[in-house]
Nanobody
Framework: QLQLVESGGGLVQPGGSLRLSCAAS????????IAWFRQAPGKEREGVSC????????NYADSVKGRFTISRDNAKNTIYLQMNSLKLEDTAVYHC??????????????????WGQGTQVTVSS
């Protein structure tokens, strides 16, 4: 059974940091582009970042550029999202998603096939 499980969310003060993890089971992530999405109450889902299957290509939403870093460890079958300088508006449920790809690129606009259940990130003073 193909599964993605996020972890690492929690409550943090503005300016703080969190590292989210997305662990895959039932399949190897080597052939997949991975993305992180987030959705806040009453707002549309937003593509935050993505990473190509080799990790050689990444993309970020303007709202997180310079603060968030996506990375992957294919040996551990895990994707990470390091979030620094967190802001109140980063509060949301964060989901990772995977799609098999041929090329070594990524985009949050791809049709992602596999999704995790999400992890809550709350930024509050």
């Amino acid at each position: 059974q193909l599964q993605l499980v996020e972890s690492g969310g929690g409550l943090v003060q503005p300016g703080g940091s969190l590292r989210l993890s997305c662990a895959a089971s039932g399949f190897a992530l080597d052939y997949f582009a991975i993305a992180w999405f987030r959705q806040a109450p009453g707002k549309e889902r937003e593509g935050v970042s993505c990473i190509s299957k080799s990790g050689g290509s990444t993309n970020y939403a303007d709202s997180v550029k310079g603060r968030f870093t996506i990375s992957r460890d294919n040996a551990k079958n895990t994707i990470y999202l390091q979030m620094n300088s967190l802001k109140l508006e980063d509060t949301a449920v964060y989901h990772c998603a995977a799609v098999p790809v041929l090329g070594d690129r990524c985009s949050v606009k791809y049709e992602y096939d596999y999704w995790g259940q999400g992890t809550q990130v709350t930024v509050s003073s």
